[in-house]
């Protein structure tokens, strides 16, 4: 009963400290989807410990709306990163929502939508739908930071902090919630109510640290003038030429 | 296995492999340098292309092969080719990378132009890679003398037998040696 309280208690007061840090280093603006996740997710955890203290019955039915809305919420926030990983390049600049849409679409057929149409009770049937968006914001994550790799883009100190905070939270879900599906409440149930805390206590101190320090703007190359004439030759006219310089080297 | 233990195994892969990926060590940001370097520089010139249609030009061993009679010899210049073929290809990568990385100072659209720009800008970067893959493993796998694209000449043939066109048209002989 100690640690869950100990948990909460320190969701609220890391939650407290990023927001504070984000207000004082002028970050809202930044990072709005972020932020306004982080407002909800706190905001909402006040609410549900209210309705926990004022009424039990209808304590189920809330955290699920709660956490069902945040797992929707997670996928805007991988949106959110893979904005931030790709922005300062007007060439790859939309690549992040590419990667997520694409996965997230290939995800949802192939591995989400079948698992619902399974028959079995519907507390099993929502740790799975959980886990199973969990693992796909997991693969959403990966693939963005390979993408970033691949093109030789290094994300941001804050973005970094932000993708590694989400990462170890989804990977905690994933192995506490396919525990809890296997296992079931008798045998995992305390354990289950200990490691969701910690899982976001863990998270909201990678996030605290990251936001501690703010971290100027990054400045991007830029390109050189095109055959020594001191002009710049516009980026979609660059890449129309050597999309079109390559097709002809290999058509001759 | 049971099936808590694989996505445990799934969870723990998951943080090894996104702590892999944001580990430091890229070069193209630490630097802090703002202008490309060197090897962007010339890769896209008459000179640089000049060079690229030299190693993609199958004439020097044609005439090693056909008109003096040295299949070892052409064969041998066919394999020092690919390798420079490859590492022309593996120069284009890094040099496009450079040009993917670097901003758009000729950029004046309003937000609705911009974001759907940036989608134009994404088919044509995504489409350059394609054909650069593409490319290497058609170079890897069949030479530096073969075509990209695909004979599809064979297509033709109940057209041709039509036309009578000439038997000796058929240009994909000389690439796809």
Not at chain 1, 149 to 159: A, E
Not at chain 1, 223 to 246: C, H, K, Q, W, Y
Not at chain 2, 29 to 45: H, Q
Request: proline share 5%; with cysteine; net charge positive.
């Amino acid at each position: 009963m100690f640690l869950p309280f100990t948990a909460i208690a320190l969701t609220y007061v890391l939650g407290g400290l990023i927001l504070v840090r984000a207000w004082r280093g002028k970050q809202f603006s930044r990072f709005s989807f972020f932020f306004s996740y982080l407002i909800y997710f706190l905001g909402t955890g006040v609410i549900m410990n209210l309705v926990d203290l004022l009424d039990r019955q209808d304590y189920p039915l809330a955290f699920w709306l709660r956490f069902l809305t945040l797992v929707v919420a997670e996928f805007a926030l991988l949106v959110e990163i893979g904005d931030h990983i790709f922005a300062p390049y007007p060439a790859i600049r939309s690549l992040g929502r590419l990667v997520t849409i694409l996965i997230t679409l290939a995800f949802s057929t192939v591995y989400i939508l079948p698992s619902l149409y399974a028959q079995r009770p519907s507390s099993v049937a929502v740790l799975d739908l959980v886990m199973r968006s969990a693992i796909t914001k997991c693969a959403v994550l990966v693939a963005l930071l390979a993408a970033a790799r691949l093109y030789g883009v290094r994300p941001s100190r804050t973005v970094a902090g932000l993708a590694l905070g989400l990462a170890l939270y989804l990977a905690i879900s994933t192995a506490n919630f396919a525990l809890a599906e296997s296992w079931g409440p008798a045998v995992y149930g305390q354990a289950f109510s200990l490691i969701g805390p910690m899982s976001q206590v863990l998270c909201l101190l990678i996030w605290m640290i990251t936001f501690w320090k703010t971290e100027p703007l990054r400045e991007v190359a830029q390109p050189v003038p095109a055959g020594g004439t001191g002009t710049f030759e516009p980026l979609p006219d660059r890449l129309s030429r050597m999309n079109t310089i390559l097709s002809r080297l290999f058509k001759k | 296995m049971n099936l808590e233990i694989f996505y445990c195994i799934i969870a723990i892969l998951v943080i090894a492999v996104v702590a892999l990926l944001l580990r430091p060590g890229l070069a193209s940001d630490d630097s802090g340098d703002s202008t490309l370097p060197e090897t962007a520089k010339g890769m896209w010139e008459n000179q640089g292309l000049n060079l690229a249609e030299r190693i993609l030009d199958p004439a020097d061993y044609l005439w090693l092969r056909d008109q003096l009679g040295f299949p070892t010899l052409a064969e041998s210049l066919r394999r020092h080719r690919k390798q420079l073929a490859l590492q022309w290809l593996s120069a284009l990568r890094g040099s496009f990378g450079e040009v993917v990385r670097s901003a758009d100072p000729a950029s004046h659209s309003s937000a609705g132009e911009e974001a759907w720009d940036s989608w134009r800008l994404l088919r044509m970067t995504l489409r350059f890679h394609l054909l650069l893959i593409y490319a290497t493993l058609v170079v890897r796998y069949f030479g530096p003398y073969h075509r990209l694209i695909p004979s599809l000449d064979w297509m033709e043939m109940p057209w041709g037998a039509l036309t009578q066109r000439p038997i000796g048209r058929n240009t994909s002989v000389k690439r796809s040696v």
